[in-house]
Nanobody, 121 residues
């Protein structure tokens, strides 16, 4: 069984910063990509940013260089550093990981429980 546990959400003023963390635990042979998605009220879940095991990253256009995704392979942890936050960044942020549980099996997608980020004055 694999679990993704997130932390770091909260309330922040416009222009402020937050850092989200997500650690994977359980039966893990290898973690391929890890990343973050978000879902605002009344909207579909959307990709924020991803990072491969080799450190290559990708991000949505709306990030505009404000967010940085990174990971620590030794601790199975992915981070999202968010700077210059805007009210429209308000959403529930979900951690996502593509994990191979056992050698020789195909990877499965896992999700965290979500952490609320609210940007408001």
């Amino acid at each position: 069984q694999v679990q993704l546990v997130e932390s770091g959400g909260g309330l922040v003023q416009p222009g402020g910063s937050l850092r989200l963390s997500c650690t994977a635990s359980g039966t893990i042979y290898r973690i391929n990509a890890m990343g973050w998605y978000r879902q605002a009220p009344g909207k579909q879940r959307e990709l924020v940013a991803t990072v491969t095991s080799g450190g290559s990253t990708d991000a949505a256009d709306f990030v505009e260089g404000r967010f940085t995704v990174s990971r620590n392979n030794a601790t199975n942890t992915v981070y999202l550093l968010m700077n210059s936050l805007k009210p429209e960044d308000t959403a529930v942020y979900y951690c996502n990981a593509l994990i191979v549980a056992y050698w020789g099996t195909i990877p499965d997608t896992y999700w965290g429980q979500g952490t609320q980020v609210t940007v408001s004055s």
